[in-house]
């Protein structure tokens, strides 16, 4: 996999400008179809976010939140409903990690804000998540390549098609990508680029710099 270091970076400053002008919660959103290098981006900034003398963020994975394999949109709701509408609140989130070997929700965790959240997984984007998000960054890589690492981390490709099919269905439904504030392709290289909740237009390939590839946002997700 390519350097993500460049994009984690400045996701980091992002997170710690937001920090310096007072947000004592900035919330990070990363999304993407499965293997398409979430969590690996989302380790990188939170390790950026350190460098730059702060404390860790907070990551909350998606695979901790979903109800087994037919669980998306379960796991999207639970994400709503225990972390997002209690930290609006202002109040801590009491959440329940899935136990994927006996299929129950077991080990409680909680979050009270006061350092930057970043949560990552299928299904992070979307269209009451945003509402709640600073910044957000959707990531896309080739079929081949997102298959191949769902393979070395699976084992095997036994539910590959049944989880793409809820993928397809639920950003069909959300249009996670073009909420998405930033899109970057194949192994971080970066894309459009703006807060959560504005909008601005995407620069042509001729005028991003050496070693990126802007391109506008897709009005369908394939």
Request: proline share 4%; net charge negative; glycine share 8%.
């Amino acid at each position: 996999m390519s350097d993500q270091k460049p994009i984690a970076r400045e996701l980091a400053e992002q997170l710690l400008a937001l920090v310096d002008d007072g947000k004592t919660m900035p919330i990070l959103l990363v999304d993407g179809r499965a293997g398409s290098g979430k969590s690996t981006l989302a380790e990188a900034v939170q390790n950026e976010f350190f460098k730059l003398g702060e404390s860790a963020p907070r990551v909350i994975h998606m695979d901790d939140l979903y109800a087994g394999w037919d669980g998306l949109q379960l796991g999207v709701e639970y994400l709503q409903r225990a972390v997002l509408n209690p930290l609006a609140r202002r109040e801590i989130a009491h959440y329940q990690l899935f136990d994927w070997q006996t299929g129950e929700r077991k080990e409680w965790r909680e979050f009270a804000g006061g350092t930057p959240l970043i949560i990552e997984g299928c299904g992070a984007i979307n269209r009451n998540s945003i509402e709640n998000a600073d910044l957000s960054v959707w990531l896309e890589e080739d079929e081949e390549v997102r298959k191949q690492r769902w393979i070395a981390r699976e084992g095997n490709d036994e539910h590959w098609a049944s989880w793409a099919a809820q993928e397809l269905d639920f950003y069909a439904r959300e249009r996670s990508a073009e909420l998405a504030g930033r899109r970057a392709i194949g192994s971080y290289l970066p894309l459009a680029m703006r807060s959560a909740g504005s909008s601005t237009d995407s620069a042509s390939a001729s005028d991003a710099p050496a070693g990126r590839l802007e391109t506008p946002m897709p009005s369908v997700i394939a």
